[in-house]
């Protein structure tokens, strides 16, 4: 299947992590992206993950791959307000041209 | 580069109306692809491209109609719309597979449709 599933909301508070979490079904996925979307705007690659990698740190995104639960997470540091969006988890498979996407988890940040 | 835009930003339509979606790049991209965005479903693929003259459909390809006569437009026409189509449409480019920044899809800002 081509499912890739997402918890649809998060709340946290200003200065603690964030922590998005993401399943996919394809086991020959081989990239897992996460993209950032602002109201009113298109989505804007944050980071993504090759297959072979277990975990990814860029600033305060780091990126956690469980190939074989087949789970992804995000964790973003020092969450500020500037945080609040949705967040899409994506696949896309050897060669493949066509991106899957998740439904999004929006992010919220309480002061 | 202007990079994905699309045109127009926001539309309504009646039921039964035809109208097409634009979308154009300027980074020689040869990946094009059509989204549309619901609420709590994420984006749904409608159709995508390879290259000029190539298309294949996506997720959700009825209703929807696409070419590809040149690398840099990519359209989207509806032929009778529905209020069931009534989304936010994203179209985004990327390079092909193999070729630098192959893993960085760009987004337009969107399209909002309205079918009453």
């Known amino acids: 299947g081509e499912d890739v599933e997402q918890s649809l909301f998060l709340s946290v508070r200003e200065g603690d992590s964030s922590v998005i979490n993401c399943t996919y079904t394809?086991?020959?996925?081989?990239?897992l992206y996460w993209y950032k979307q602002e109201p009113g705007a298109g989505l804007q690659l944050l980071t993504y993950i090759f297959s072979n990698m277990d975990m990814k740190q860029d600033q305060r995104l780091t990126v956690l791959l469980n190939k074989k639960d087949k789970h992804l997470s995000l964790r973003i540091a020092d969450t500020q307000t500037g945080d609040s969006a949705i967040y899409f988890c994506a696949e896309r498979r050897s060669s493949a041209s066509k991106i899957i996407f998740g439904s999004g988890t929006r992010l919220s940040i309480r002061p | 580069n202007a990079g994905v835009t699309q045109t127009p930003k926001f539309q309504v339509l009646k039921t039964g109306q035809s109208m097409t979606l634009q979308c154009a790049q300027d980074?020689?991209?040869?990946?094009m692809s059509w989204y549309r965005q619901d609420p709590g479903m994420g984006l749904r693929l409608i159709h995508y491209?390879?290259?000029?003259?190539?298309?294949d459909q996506g997720e959700v390809p009825n209703g929807y109609n696409v070419s590809r006569s040149t690398t840099e437009d990519f359209p989207l026409r509806l032929l009778s719309a529905a209020p069931s189509q009534t989304s936010v449409y994203f179209c985004a480019s990327s390079p092909a597979h193999g070729t630098s920044g192959y893993n960085e899809q760009f987004f337009g800002p969107g399209t909002r449709l309205t079918v009453l």
């Open positions: 491209s390879v290259g000029a003259g190539i298309t």
């Open positions: 980074m020689n991209h040869e990946y």
């Open positions: 394809d086991s020959s996925s081989t990239y």
